[in-house]
């Protein structure tokens, strides 16, 4: 993969990897994924990303379903 070189203000620099690290994740990966999502055409890969995201949180609905109803309040 190639390399690039950019130029950042060192505030925004600092707030970039401060992101990326409370996201688990590099600055240069956080600015790959940017890229990507703003010039690659949208595709399924958002629904992996869904589930990734949603894997990664571990909530857990101890069994609860619910219906369409059940979502508006009443």
Known sequence: MPNITISLDTELLHSGREYAKQHQTSLNALIRKLLEQTVVP????WIDSCFEL??????DS??????RDDLYDR
């Open 42 to 45: 949208q595709s399924i890969e």
């Open 54 to 59: 949603m894997d990664r949180a571990k909530a």
């Open 62 to 67: 101890n069994g609860r379903t619910w219906n």
